[in-house]
């Protein structure tokens, strides 16, 4: 089944379906479309029209909507006609809209799905008002939904900003004992697994699937989510911007410790050492320097080893769904892995 086929920036998550279950294809397709009409009716409630433009262009931008599609794959698993999964499919797709104008804030980001961030436009300040305004819009929304549903959405919100916060922070003292790895691994656990395994999870518990299989899906988002963000590091360095809608080794330049980099920066191997001295020479890198050095990452062996750390997180997310129930859902589920195995190549 092929579900997620367009390329970053792309809207429409459920592209290439013919071979999907229809009366599977037929759910998801009118619940990404009740979604994105109520995303646009969201977005045009704004009291102040500059407010709906900011909104209108972050959230009606683009994107693969795969945190939606999430809510409608779990919801599945239970009763997906409820009342409340439509609304939890726009509430992620709220709340992932803030983290962006967020993150991109703290990646001093250019561009976001190929055209200007908000920062890059207005500035800082307002685009990280533009998120705290969608933060609130989907604390508004969760309100109404299920009350598991609304301490799942506590719960991620809170895990988001304790991502980026531990982003900002770096790796804790030396007492901690915490290195760069694990650092970087708790820190896209908040920051990219947290909406994707609530996503699944949310859109169970308002379709009333039982507590065995919403923690699986929880599971399986976990794994997948980690997948996720392990794929967009490739992707910085590996990716054209005009297939990425991103801007090429942009958080290479802005000093991101991707997992790349940080494999490479641990890499004590001669082949590695020009690698290393480019990325620890501590001063700003000049265009053709920033060339250089993508082009060595891009053939290193930190580039292998992370694809192999990837594959090993969608193995386990694979594994979760040994615990769901055969089906067209779970088939999807497993073919999103392959997505993510392919997004880099």
């Known amino acids: 089944m092929a579900v997620l086929t367009r390329t970053t920036h792309d809207r429409g998550s459920l592209a290439g379906m013919a071979q999907c279950d229809p009366e599977l294809e037929s759910r998801l397709r009118q619940g990404m479309a009740a979604t994105e009409d109520r995303l646009r009716a969201c977005v045009a409630q704004a ?14 931008s683009g994107g693969k909507r795969l945190r939606p599609l999430m809510v409608l794959l779990g919801a599945e698993f239970g009763e997906p006609g409820r009342a409340g999964v439509v609304d939890a499919a726009m509430l992620v797709e709220l709340v992932h809209a803030a983290s962006l104008c967020h993150d991109d804030v703290m990646d001093q980001a250019g561009t976001r799905r190929g055209a200007p961030s908000i920062n890059a436009v207005h500035g800082n300040r307002t685009a990280v008002l533009a998120g705290n305004w969608l933060l609130a819009k989907g604390g508004a929304i969760a309100a109404g939904l299920e009350r598991e549903s609304l301490l799942l959405h506590t719960r991620v919100t809170e895990r988001l900003v304790e991502g980026q916060l531990r982003e900002l922070a770096g790796p804790a003292p030396d007492a901690f004992h915490e290195d760069a790895l694990a650092h970087y691994f708790a820190v896209i656990s908040g920051k990219s697994a947290s909406l994707i395994s609530v996503s699944l999870r949310i859109g169970a518990v308002q379709a009333a699937a039982p507590d065995a299989l919403v923690r699986a899906l929880g599971t399986y988002g976990e794994h997948l989510g980690l997948a996720f963000q392990i794929s967009d590091d490739l992707l910085d360095v590996t990716s054209d911007s005009s297939v990425s809608g991103k801007e090429q080794g942009k958080d290479l330049a802005a000093g991101v410790p991707s ?3 940080l494999l490479a920066l641990a890499d004590q191997r001669p082949k590695a050492r020009k690698l290393r001295e480019l990325l620890t020479s501590g001063r700003p890198a000049t265009a053709r320097q920033h060339r250089r050095l993508l082009s060595l990452l891009r053939s290193s ?30 088939s999807v ?3 999103i ?7 880099d190549r």
């Open 333 to 335: 589920l497993d073919e």
């Open 259 to 261: 997992l790349p980099v």
């Open 301 to 330: 062996d930190a580039m292998t080893d992370a694809r192999a750390m990837m594959h090993d997180r969608l193995g386990l997310a694979r594994a979760a769904l040994a615990d769901l129930p055969a089906g067209p859902a779970r």
């Open 337 to 343: 892995c392959d997505f993510v195995a392919r997004r």
């Open 47 to 60: 009291r102040h029209p500059f407010t709906a433009a900011l909104a209108d262009r972050v959230v009606m």
